[in-house]
């Protein structure tokens, strides 16, 4: 039983075109984060909901939307890709207090040609 | 703002011998402190935790950090490295309220036979 599952794995692209990634744990959690990690292997919170409301959003470009159906699942979207888009974009889950361990998908591998 | 520091992008040790991964933070109130392993191609996997219990953490696969914050460090140790433990190794600081991590720029992990 896959914890957090992402899809797709991998996402080969052209610069312009709009994309999602999703994202589902069947952990129970109430919030789940989207980190994003770069070429040189840092990773950087994007997003965090908690049970469906959006409660941490860093500074990243609005063409970067996510959202959250229910608080077992939540999408990226990604509108008019830029070649510095492309990046390893993990999903995380935890319990909402501090302090618990956050559980990472296996990653989505997102390639802008 | 909280940060984390982690010197050396790389470090090689021969298997069996001690690792050591350095990781220092930055951070206004006591923090919750995480080390994670990143395989090859794979999401972040949890090797242990400081929560202010403990100051000595014991994790997974025999690893331990000792939280310290007289020197604002959480140094991650092993006795013997194993060549399985080849990976790239994260420290993360997340402060009391908040719940995003924000993580070191990581440590390459080499063992050599």
């Known amino acids: 039983d896959t914890a957090v599952s992402q899809t797709p794995k991998y996402l080969v692209t052209q610069m312009g075109n709009d994309k999602s990634i999703k994202c589902e744990q069947n952990l129970g959690h109430d919030t789940m984060y989207w980190y994003k990690q770069d070429s040189k292997k840092f990773l950087k919170i994007m997003f965090s909901?908690?049970?469906?409301?959006?409660?941490i959003n860093e500074t990243v470009p609005n063409r970067f939307s996510p959202k959250s159906p229910d608080k077992a699942h939540l999408n990226l979207h990604i509108n008019s890709l830029e070649l510095g888009d492309s990046a390893v974009y993990f999903c995380a889950s935890s319990q909402a207090s501090s302090g618990d361990e956050q559980f990472f998908g296996p990653g989505t591998r997102l390639t802008v040609l | 703002a909280q940060s984390v520091t982690q010197l050396g992008s790389h470090v090689s040790v021969s298997e069996g011998a001690l690792v050591l991964l350095r990781c220092n933070y930055s951070s206004s109130v006591p923090p919750y402190l995480f080390w994670y392993v990143q395989y090859p191609n794979q999401g972040l996997q949890l090797l242990l935790k400081?929560?202010?219990?403990?100051?000595l953490v014991k994790g997974i696969n025999d690893f331990e950090a000792e939280f310290k914050k007289s020197e604002t460090s959480f140094h991650l140790t092993k006795p013997s490295a194993h060549m399985s433990d080849a990976a790239e190794y994260f420290c993360a600081v997340q402060n009391t309220g908040f719940q995003k991590l924000v993580f070191g720029t990581g440590t390459r992990l080499l063992v050599s036979p």
């Open positions: 909901y908690n049970n469906k409301e959006l409660i």
């Open positions: 400081y929560t202010s219990a403990a100051t």
